[in-house]
């Protein structure tokens, strides 16, 4: 006997899809990297001096040394870590807000709703990169900074998507079916409308993980970021020196570790978007 | 519809007053007393309370807060305080490099972008319209700070073709300058653009209407680009117009990589020096255009959709 | 006899996705004549559709494919054309009009600029000859104003206005075959006879040749030549329409007969297709006793005790008005209406869409706040009472709902659904007590125990439409509403579950309120019958006084739009 809850169905359709499953690949390999560097169990050592300044890639570096002669593949890794935890942290700040704020505002309605509504309008009315840059500025510069930045512009988007599809299920018969057998507001809104909604969370998080790494990239690299420590950004601050002398490898390395992770994401989020959504689930 | 209009008007005083309270709150209260920074370390206590009166922070909170939500109207910002220049002055100073570079990049991209995803909705699911996502989604993944940087780096710096940096007032004196940052404006726009445009268009294509004009023998061609593109204008106007107040500072990088004193220069320049006024005007500037672009696109609402003349 | 229009000729059509090949039209012949108008006739997923959108080219390529089969018109094969030969065919030899006029309409173009481009693909015309012409033939499909109505947009018009723009625009150019997709489901009960007239009136003044797809062999009963029925992707049935209602050979198209309730005949339950054929289509003989015929009247006396009374009751929504939104007025949804209901009896509510049946159902469970008037439930007021005695009563009182598809959470088992209402009244001791309920009525509603695990999206329309039942009934409620609980199923589907509703009530002695737009559905299940106008209850009678002796002017006119098609209530000649 099958039971295939829509869960199921949609994980099933997703890893068919050999893209998808290539991004979902991608996505843990990035996660284990920046936990075991967390753990100080690989690129601890990224500051130490292995070698000569600006040594081209090689058996022994593989994306060489750079200027310090530090390796430039340990502070790949190292940034690595600094890119996930952004993206992480933004998600922990963005998800709880939006969702609760979106649903409260589509279930209740009236002058929540009003609230709500103008409360996203005017966060969503400062331009993202203009807030971005004044939340770091004050906060004092460092990571920090940039996860209180991050969360503090994306939770308008779930928050408004979550709030219009809460909306039209609250009208839905089996909600309104929930509370003709004496179902209360939390039962209708909880466990009914929020686990048919929960794809929105699902999908806008995969995309907002690679806007925020992206976001957390260009911070770094106007000095708004990690202090002191190598990020993606960081490195391409450098490598914006060095292009000059052909050193290239350091510009590349972090190109392309950022460039993987965030078309993952961006895969990983157009195939949720097609796995999960209810619209091409037949009727 | 003029009622509409009044009350999508109306609408905008409290979420103005919403934006001068997030600066405010920003800018006043957590930013801290920046008469230590300003003055340097031997400032005595005298010259900080001076200070202090001059940028009239000795004043009540409230009148602070509603010093911020006037300068939405006046445009005053006082002076900076890395350059001592009214920063109003800075502001049109800058405005005209940084236009000369946005505004043309700008309607090129959309333009380019239409017609892209018209034509791969129109071979959707064909060998053309899969290379064009992927590209799309690969070429959003890239970094921008990549592409300027070797951009930069091959067509000015090796190959010479553009000037490296630098800005000179005056059509047509302008164009080399901008021509390379304008080009790398418009590859960075083309993916998320035609990501956009396309999704919308197909979801127009889908249409029960759609399935009736082909029932009245109208060829796809027309279809697309009179039934389909009258209806997918309507979230492409939201898009494209919302999208104005971010390219003051959307050309922030090319402008500071190619040293094109615009308002983006203008605001890194204050980002460093912490010049926290510069910062805060630009933060005010933007959001008022947000605003009055956020209205402009509802007008545009009652041309493009006909329903909304009724709510 | 001269060749036919169209003629088509062992079409199949197969649908290639990626979980495999579905067969859609299973080798599927049929003419239609010159000048006649041709049903056909099948539930949902029959291939009735598929068929109709094969002979406009209009199927979705890549994934139809047809691998074999003609579809000749004018002796000419359709399948041979290429896009630009097929596209000079389409709106102008052969057009179609489709079931949702809501959405079939550009939105953001004039209805008048609609039936003008028709005109201007096919013709040579100048802009302003094709809007003349587009204004008479709104003129011609009964359309009020033609000369301002042709300026409207789609959603300044009712739906019924919609598609009889929709008929404007498939007859401008003369069509010699007109395809109708079930162009009146979607609309209600005066309107679909209006509708239907328009289009027979049209065929016979244009001579056009009709091809009408429905799933209610009753619609089509006035108008059509021929019928075909569809069953399963194959022909089962084509004969000429006179033939087919009484003589009807395949089992199928007895059942579809039979399932549809008629006004006059007083059957104790309907026959369905299950009574004619087994699940392999084999025919079977309908056992006599399944044809039991009873006086409603009689049987109508025996209960006395009232449970439900409701007194001047009023459910008004404001209306927001002005530059700030401001409440300026009300609109009274549900205006001043009383009525009393026996224990163990239906009480049907019948009326057309926006008369407010569905605002008086949900404001007896209170489901909606009622503004004034009160509702007496068993002898006590229940208009104000909150909380914990509300939540009591919702164990008394009960609803199913329309929608088969949205009334169940997609996301929970049936299982769950099932026992929620338990766990929400603490009724049962323990889930695996729960479960066992949930299982016995799982199965007294005619479902398979073993599948109580499964989601609803694994479930077809009719047995979702039973499941709901069963949530319903979980808590043994008293009393249930249920609105339009059939109007979304097939009719074939719709008998059965009527049946299930009819066997429950006598189970469980249950009362129901039965609101929907179908007159004839009403009057089948219900003793007494309120007709419902503009939030009033303008009649109110016994469901047999109601057909044959309306008062009101609009009771009749709900009468004479039943489709006459099937008024033949010897159910005997079928056994």
Redesign the interface.
């Known amino acids: 006997m099958k039971e295939n809850s829509l869960w199921k169905d949609a994980f099933k359709r997703l890893i068919k899809d050999k893209m998808a499953l290539a991004s979902l690949i991608v996505v843990i390999v990035y996660s284990l990297i920046a936990i075991l560097a967390s753990m100080g169990l690989i690129a601890s050592d990224w500051a130490k001096e292995v070698g000569a300044s600006n040594l081209p890639p090689s058996a022994e570096h593989w994306f060489g040394t750079d200027i310090f002669g530090r390796d430039v593949l340990a502070k790949v890794l190292h940034g690595t870590q600094i890119a996930m935890s952004v993206g992480l942290f933004t998600a922990l700040i963005a998800i709880p807000i939006g969702v609760i704020l979106g649903a409260v505002a589509g279930y209740f309605g009236g002058w929540v709703d009003d609230f709500i509504t103008w409360l996203y309008t005017t966060f969503s009315s400062i331009p993202n990169i203009m807030l971005l840059i004044s939340i770091t500025m004050i906060l004092g510069k460092g990571i920090f900074a940039v996860y209180i930045a991050l969360g503090a512009t994306s939770w308008v988007t779930l928050c408004r998507l979550i709030r219009g599809e809460v909306m039209k299920h609250k009208e839905r018969e089996y909600v309104q079916a929930a509370g003709a057998i004496g179902g209360g507001h939390f039962r209708k809104l909880f466990l009914h409308i929020l686990p048919n909604v929960t794809h929105i969370v699902i999908i806008n998080t995969s995309l907002q993980f690679q806007f925020a790494i992206k976001s957390e990239v260009i911070l770094s690299y106007l000095g708004l970021g990690v202090q002191g420590e190598p990020s993606w950004g960081t490195m391409i601050d450098d490598a914006k020196l060095e292009l000059a002398r052909g050193v290239w490898w350091q510009l590349a390395g972090a190109t392309m570790a950022m460039f993987l992770v965030v078309l993952a994401f961006n895969l990983l989020g157009d195939a949720l978007r097609d796995s999960l959504d209810p619209k091409l689930k037949g009727k | 519809m003029i009622?509409y209009i009044?009350?999508r008007l109306?609408y905008l005083i409290?979420?103005l007053l919403?934006?001068s309270?997030?600066?405010f709150v920003?800018?006043n209260l957590?930013?801290g007393d920046p008469t230590a920074v300003l003055l340097g370390k031997n400032a005595t206590a005298k010259q900080m309370a001076e200070l202090r009166e001059q940028l009239g922070l000795n004043k009540p909170l409230l009148d602070q807060y509603f010093d911020v939500v006037k300068s939405a109207f006046t445009f005053d910002f006082g002076r900076s305080w890395a350059t001592k220049q009214e920063i109003s002055q800075m502001i049109i100073q800058g405005a005209y490099p940084s236009m000369a570079l946005t505004v043309p990049a700008f309607i090129i991209s959309t333009v380019l972008s239409l017609i892209i995803s018209l034509v791969v909705a129109f071979y959707r699911g064909k060998g053309i319209d899969l290379f064009v996502r992927f590209m799309c989604?690969?070429g959003?993944?890239?970094?921008?700070?990549?592409y300027i940087?070797f951009f930069q780096?091959f067509f000015a710096?090796q190959l010479g073709w553009f000037e490296i940096s630098g800005f000179e007032f005056g059509f047509p004196d302008f164009v080399p300058f901008i021509a390379l940052p304008a080009i790398i404006f418009i590859l960075l726009s083309l993916g998320p653009d035609v990501r956009f445009f396309r999704t919308v268009i197909l979801d127009e294509i889908y249409?029960?209407?759609v399935?009736?004009?082909?029932?009245?023998?109208?060829?796809e061609v027309i279809i697309l680009l009179k039934?389909v593109l009258?209806?997918a204008l309507?979230p492409i106007i939201t898009y494209v117009v919302i999208q104005i107040?971010?390219l003051i500072?959307?050309a922030?990088?090319l402008e500071n990589f190619f040293s094109i004193p615009g308002l983006g220069g203008i605001?890194?320049n204050a980002?460093?020096s912490?010049d926290?006024p510069v910062?805060?005007a630009?933060?005010i500037l933007?959001?008022v255009l947000?605003?009055i672009l956020?209205l402009v696109t509802d007008v545009l609402y009652t041309f493009?959709?006909?329903?909304v003349k009724?709510k | 006899m001269t060749s036919p229009l169209l003629s088509v000729r062992n079409l199949v059509v197969d649908f290639h996705t990626g979980e495999g090949v579905t067969r859609a039209v299973n080798n599927i012949s049929f003419d239609i004549p010159a000048g006649k108008t041709i049903g056909i006739v099948g539930e949902s997923g029959s291939g009735k559709s598929v068929t109709s959108l094969a002979v406009m080219g209009l199927l979705q390529k890549p994934a139809a494919r047809i691998p074999q089969g003609e579809i000749l018109f004018n002796g000419q094969n359709l399948l041979n054309y290429n896009d630009a030969q097929m596209r000079a065919i389409r709106g102008n030899q052969i057009s179609m009009i489709f079931q949702e006029p809501m959405t079939s309409l550009n939105p953001v173009f004039k209805v008048g600029d609609q039936i003008a481009e028709t005109i201007r693909i096919h013709n040579s015309v100048s802009a302003k000859e094709a809007w003349d012409r587009a204004v008479d033939l709104m003129n011609q499909v009964g359309i009020p104003n033609p000369a301002a109505s042709a300026h409207k947009y789609p959603h300044e018009m009712s739906g019924g206005q919609k598609q009889r723009v929709m008929i404007a625009m498939a007859i401008a150019c003369e069509p010699k075959l007109l395809i109708c997709d079930e162009p009146t489901t979607a609309l209600d009960v005066t309107i679909q006879k209006q509708v239907l007239d328009l289009l027979h009136g049209l065929q016979q003044k244009y001579n056009m040749s009709m091809m009408f797809i429905t799933h209610d062999l009753g619609v089509i009963g006035d108008i059509a030549d021929d019928v075909v029925v569809m069953y399963r992707s194959n022909v089962v049935e084509k004969n000429n329409a006179k033939e087919v209602f009484y003589t009807a050979k395949h089992p199928y198209t007895k059942g579809l007969l039979a399932c549809r309730p008629k006004l006059g005949a007083n059957p104790r339950r309907l026959l369905t297709v299950s009574d004619f054929m087994d699940e392999n289509g084999v025919e079977k003989h309908v056992s006599p006793e399944r044809v039991v015929v009873f006086d409603k009247d009689s049987e109508a006396e025996k209960s006395s005790d009232i449970l439900l009374e409701v007194k001047n009751l009023v459910t008004q929504f404001p209306i927001k008005g002005g530059i700030f939104g401001r409440t300026v007025d009300h609109f009274k949804a549900v205006n001043d209406v009383s009525f009393t209901l026996k224990k163990g009896k239906t009480l049907g509510l019948v009326g057309e869409s926006g008369c407010g049946k569905t605002t008086l159902g949900r404001s007896i469970l209170r489901l909606i706040e009622p503004s004034s008037g009160s509702i007496i439930y068993n002898g006590k007021d229940i208009t104000n009472v909150y909380a914990e005695e509300l939540r009591l009563l919702r164990r008394k009182m009960q609803i199913i709902f329309q929608d088969p598809y949205s009334s169940l959470n997609p996301r929970m088992t049936v299982s769950e659904i099932l026992t929620e209402p338990l766990n929400i009244h603490n009724v049962g001791n323990g889930r695996k007590e729960r479960l066992d309920m949930a299982k016995e009525l799982f199965e007294k509603v005619g479902l398979n125990a073993s599948q109580l695990n499964r989601y609803p999206h694994e479930f077809s329309g009719g047995q979702r439409q039973r499941i709901c039942i069963a949530r319903a009934l979980m808590l043994r409620p008293e009393f249930v509403i249920c609105d339009e609980s059939v109007s979304a199923l097939d009719v074939s589907v719709q008998a059965q579950v009527l049946n299930l509703l009819l066997d429950l009530q006598q189970e469980f002695g249950l009362t129901y309120v039965f609101i929907s737009h179908d007159l004839s559905v009403v009057n089948f299940i219900a003793d007494e019958v309120g007709v419902m106008n503009a939030g009033k209850i303008i009649e109110m009678d016994k469901a047999t006084n109601i057909y044959k002796n309306p008062k009101e002017e609009y009771t009749r006119a709900l009468l004479s739009a039943i489709p006459k098609g099937l008024v033949k209530s010897d159910l005997s000649a079928l056994v």
């Open positions: 009622k009044i009350r109306l409290p979420v919403g934006v309270f997030i600066i920003l800018f957590v930013s989604i690969a959003v993944s890239v970094s921008a700070l990549a940087l780096y710096y249409q029960d209407y399935r009736t004009a082909r029932a009245k023998g109208l060829s039934h009258r209806n309507i107040p971010s500072l959307g922030l990088l605001t890194l980002l460093n912490s926290f910062i805060k630009m933060a933007s959001s947000y605003i956020s493009a959709d006909p329903r009724l």
